[in-house]
Protein backbone atom coordinates (compact mmCIF):
# COMPACT_ATOMS: atom_id res chain seq x y z
CA UNK A 1 0.00 0.00 0.00
CA UNK A 2 1.42 3.24 -0.59
CA UNK A 3 1.86 6.22 1.28
CA UNK A 4 2.60 9.61 0.08
CA UNK A 5 4.95 12.52 1.29
CA UNK A 6 4.46 15.57 2.04
CA UNK A 7 6.33 17.00 -1.56
CA UNK A 8 3.93 14.46 -3.19
CA UNK A 9 6.42 11.52 -3.80
CA UNK A 10 4.93 7.60 -3.19
CA UNK A 11 6.79 5.45 -1.01
CA UNK A 12 5.38 2.45 1.42
CA UNK A 13 5.89 2.23 4.75
CA UNK A 14 8.47 -0.93 4.35
CA UNK A 15 10.38 1.63 3.05
CA UNK A 16 9.88 4.45 5.18
CA UNK A 17 11.27 1.99 8.35
CA UNK A 18 14.05 0.75 5.91
CA UNK A 19 15.21 -1.68 8.67
CA UNK A 20 15.42 0.60 11.42
CA UNK A 21 13.12 0.28 14.76
CA UNK A 22 10.30 2.82 14.31
CA UNK A 23 7.83 4.51 16.95
CA UNK A 24 5.10 5.38 14.61
CA UNK A 25 2.42 7.81 15.33
CA UNK A 26 -0.80 7.85 13.50
CA UNK A 27 -2.25 11.16 13.92
CA UNK A 28 -4.41 14.29 12.69
CA UNK A 29 -3.89 17.83 12.17
CA UNK A 30 -7.50 18.26 14.44
CA UNK A 31 -6.48 15.93 17.07
CA UNK A 32 -6.07 17.60 20.08
CA UNK A 33 -4.14 14.34 21.73
CA UNK A 34 -1.95 14.62 18.66
CA UNK A 35 -0.86 18.46 19.03
CA UNK A 36 0.07 16.88 22.69
CA UNK A 37 2.43 14.56 21.50
CA UNK A 38 4.26 17.01 18.82
CA UNK A 39 6.62 18.05 21.00
CA UNK A 40 7.84 15.04 23.09
CA UNK A 41 8.05 13.09 19.52
CA UNK A 42 10.57 16.01 18.46
CA UNK A 43 12.46 15.53 21.42
CA UNK A 44 12.69 11.67 20.79
CA UNK A 45 13.28 11.56 17.11
CA UNK A 46 16.51 13.86 18.09
CA UNK A 47 17.37 11.54 20.86
CA UNK A 48 16.86 8.04 18.92
CA UNK A 49 18.50 9.37 15.27
CA UNK A 50 21.31 9.04 17.50
CA UNK A 51 21.43 5.78 18.05
CA UNK A 52 19.80 4.34 14.65
CA UNK A 53 16.38 4.79 15.56
CA UNK A 54 13.24 7.13 14.19
CA UNK A 55 10.18 8.41 14.72
CA UNK A 56 7.46 8.35 12.04
CA UNK A 57 4.70 10.07 11.85
CA UNK A 58 1.62 9.37 9.72
CA UNK A 59 -1.55 11.70 9.30
CA UNK A 60 -4.79 10.46 8.61
CA UNK A 61 -7.13 11.47 6.27
CA UNK A 62 -6.57 14.74 5.35
CA UNK A 63 -5.19 16.47 2.42
CA UNK A 64 -1.65 17.00 1.57
CA UNK A 65 -1.66 21.23 1.77
CA UNK A 66 -3.28 20.77 5.33
CA UNK A 67 -0.92 18.82 6.51
CA UNK A 68 2.03 20.36 5.03
CA UNK A 69 0.78 23.95 6.16
CA UNK A 70 0.37 22.59 9.87
CA UNK A 71 4.05 21.03 10.02
CA UNK A 72 5.73 24.10 8.54
CA UNK A 73 3.95 25.79 11.34
CA UNK A 74 4.31 23.96 14.11
CA UNK A 75 8.23 23.12 12.31
CA UNK A 76 7.83 19.29 13.11
CA UNK A 77 11.31 18.16 11.53
CA UNK A 78 10.57 14.54 11.91
CA UNK A 79 9.47 12.57 9.06
CA UNK A 80 6.23 12.48 8.00
CA UNK A 81 4.33 10.59 5.79
CA UNK A 82 0.18 10.84 4.88
CA UNK A 83 -2.40 8.19 4.56
CA UNK A 84 -5.40 9.97 3.27
CA UNK A 85 -7.92 7.23 2.32
CA UNK A 86 -7.00 5.41 5.38
CA UNK A 87 -5.59 2.64 3.66
CA UNK A 88 -2.61 1.81 6.48
CA UNK A 89 -5.05 2.69 9.29
CA UNK A 90 -7.30 0.56 8.22
CA UNK A 91 -4.84 -2.25 7.39
CA UNK A 92 -3.59 -2.22 11.28
CA UNK A 93 -7.23 -2.17 12.04
CA UNK A 94 -7.45 1.32 13.51
CA UNK A 95 -8.74 4.66 12.86
CA UNK A 96 -7.98 5.94 16.07
CA UNK A 97 -5.45 8.86 16.64
CA UNK A 98 -2.97 8.99 18.36
CA UNK A 99 -1.83 5.63 17.40
CA UNK A 100 1.29 4.78 18.48
CA UNK A 101 2.95 1.66 17.40
CA UNK A 102 6.74 0.45 17.97
CA UNK A 103 8.29 -1.37 15.22
CA UNK A 104 11.00 -3.36 14.90
CA UNK A 105 14.16 -3.40 12.56
CA UNK A 106 12.64 -6.20 10.84
CA UNK A 107 9.52 -4.82 10.32
CA UNK A 108 7.57 -6.47 13.44
CA UNK A 109 5.10 -4.25 15.24
CA UNK A 110 6.05 -4.80 19.07
CA UNK A 111 3.78 -2.77 20.38
CA UNK A 112 0.19 -1.03 19.47
CA UNK A 113 -1.56 1.47 21.49
CA UNK A 114 -2.61 4.81 22.19
CA UNK A 115 -1.01 8.08 22.94
CA UNK A 116 2.50 8.24 23.80
CA UNK A 117 3.01 6.76 27.18
CA UNK A 118 5.54 4.92 29.20
CA UNK A 119 4.47 1.44 27.92
CA UNK A 120 5.23 2.54 24.50
CA UNK A 121 8.73 4.51 24.92
CA UNK A 122 9.52 1.13 27.59
CA UNK A 123 8.48 -0.51 24.04
CA UNK A 124 10.89 1.52 21.80
CA UNK A 125 14.03 1.66 24.07
CA UNK A 126 13.67 -1.97 24.24
CA UNK A 127 13.38 -2.80 20.53
CA UNK A 128 16.52 -0.12 20.45
CA UNK A 129 18.92 -1.86 22.86
CA UNK A 130 17.84 -5.67 21.27
CA UNK A 131 19.10 -4.03 17.18
CA UNK A 132 22.23 -2.69 19.33
CA UNK A 133 22.58 -6.09 21.26
CA UNK A 134 21.95 -8.21 17.33
CA UNK A 135 24.46 -5.50 16.09
CA UNK A 136 27.38 -7.00 18.10
Known sequence: MKLQTLDGAETTLHQAVAG?????????????????????????????????????????????????????????GYPQLLDPRFQLSDALGSRRVPTTLVIDAGGNILYRGGALDGAALAAFRGAIGQARTAER
Open 20 to 76: RVTLLTLWATWCDACRDELQPLARLAERSSAVGAQVLAIDVGESPARVAAFVRAHKL
